[in-house]
């Protein structure tokens, strides 16, 4: 493998930066949400990469948290952001208690991040369905609650 198994991340203006250690792959899947919560967090989905929790690791600053218990999966979620600058950085969700999902665009190694699967489809905003099918992604109502493609 020629990539570092160490990945970084920052927020907007780098006052929190985060490690991902441990990467065990070339590249790693990305998850696009298309949930209420991250639309109106993220003005039209997240992207986000699934980790182990004990992946990331601090490296600067100490981002604020929100206890996000509106999401469609009906469990909350705690969700990490820079308080200085409001990017988001990642989250918790009560639904897979070990892990973690970092949101892509805070990654630093972008180009290691590659579309997988789409969930929560049936909530896509006017206009992203189909690049949704020209991404070649996989795509679920809910959270992977029925595959469509
Ligand atoms: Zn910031
Ligand atoms: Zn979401």
Redesign the pocket.
């Known amino acids: 493998m020629s990539s570092s198994n160490t990945m970084t991340g920052a927020c907007f203006c780098g006052n929190v930066t985060y490690d991902v250690i441990n990467v065990n792959a070339e590249t790693l899947d990305g998850i696009i949400?298309?949930?209420k919560?991250?639309q109106r967090l993220h003005t039209m989905v997240?992207y986000n990469v699934a980790l182990d929790k004990d992946q990331l690791r601090l490296t600067k600053g100490e981002p604020k948290m929100y206890e996000d218990f509106h999401?469609?999966s009906g469990k909350r979620i705690v969700r990490f952001f820079c308080g200085d600058c409001g990017s988001a950085l990642y989250s918790y969700p009560d639904s897979m208690p070990d892990k973690v999902f970092a949101k892509a665009g805070s990654l630093d190694q972008l180009e290691r991040v590659i579309p997988k699967v789409e969930?929560?489809v049936e909530r896509v905003i006017n206009g992203t369905t189909r690049e949704a099918k020209a991404r070649e992604t996989t795509l679920f109502e809910g959270m992977m609650a029925k595959q469509l493609s």
């Open positions: 949400c298309h949930c919560s991250c997240s999401a469609d969930i929560f």
